[in-house]
């Protein structure tokens, strides 16, 4: 399984960023694909996660209503829109063979990253 993440970069306080994260290797409808985001002295954090196109569990309390994750088979994006300096991390998309079920939630339950991408907002 490999994962590539694009999208990260600088933005200011109010603006927007797309991030794209590309799965490849294993078969789409088997795999939960997740965003997980970890600031400087922080614990990494789950953003949301996806089993498949039509499937959702939400986003995370500090997220919701700025952020929304989709999902097209092995592509999966993350739309970041009102951008606050608390959401500077680095980005990480994320993935794990959970064939039935509700996606698992946490770092833990995942087993293939990305190399990650950095989103830092200025305010």
């Known amino acids: 399984v490999q994962l590539v993440e694009s999208g990260g970069g600088s933005v200011q306080a109010g603006g927007s960023l797309r991030l794209t994260c590309t799965g490849s290797d294993f078969v789409y409808a088997d795999y939960c694909m997740g965003w997980f985001r970890q600031a400087p002295g922080k614990e990494r954090e789950g953003i949301g996660y996806?089993?498949?196109?039509?499937?959702s569990t939400g986003v995370a309390d500090s997220v919701k209503g700025r952020f929304t994750i989709s999902r097209d088979k092995n592509t999966l994006t993350l739309q970041m829109n009102s951008l606050k300096a608390e959401d500077t991390a680095m980005y990480y998309c994320a993935a794990a063979y959970f064939p039935w079920g509700s996606c698992p939630v946490g770092p833990t339950s995942y087993k293939f990253w990305g190399q990650g991408t950095q989103v830092t907002v200025s305010s």
């Open positions: 996806r089993r498949s196109r039509n499937t």
